[in-house]
């Protein structure tokens, strides 16, 4: 299975002092199955958070890209 299979592209949204900017990452595609939510997904899977610093208290919204 190619490397780009196993990985999910999430873009994530954040909130700063009233102003939005947004990331896009890529995460263990296996991760997706254990969390009915994706942006718990981001905040609590230790394979996400051993790729990626999510800064939790500004995260609003994750999105899967397709």
């Given at each position: 299975?190619?490397?780009?299979?196993?990985?999910?592209?999430?873009?994530?949204?954040?909130?700063?002092?009233?102003?939005?900017?947004?990331?896009?990452?890529?995460?263990?595609?296996?991760?997706?199955?254990?969390y009915d939510r994706?942006?718990?997904?981001?905040?609590?899977?230790?394979?996400?958070?051993?790729?990626?610093?999510?800064?939790?208290?500004?995260?609003?919204?994750?999105?899967?890209?397709?």
């Amino acid at each position: 299975m190619s490397a780009e299979k196993t990985k999910a592209r999430v873009r994530l949204l954040f909130v700063d002092d009233g102003s939005y900017h947004h990331e896009e990452i890529d995460i263990p595609a296996a991760s997706l199955e254990e969390y009915d939510r994706l942006i718990d997904c981001v905040r609590e899977d230790p394979a996400v958070l051993k790729v990626v610093h999510v800064d939790i208290d500004r995260l609003c919204a994750a999105y899967l890209l397709q």
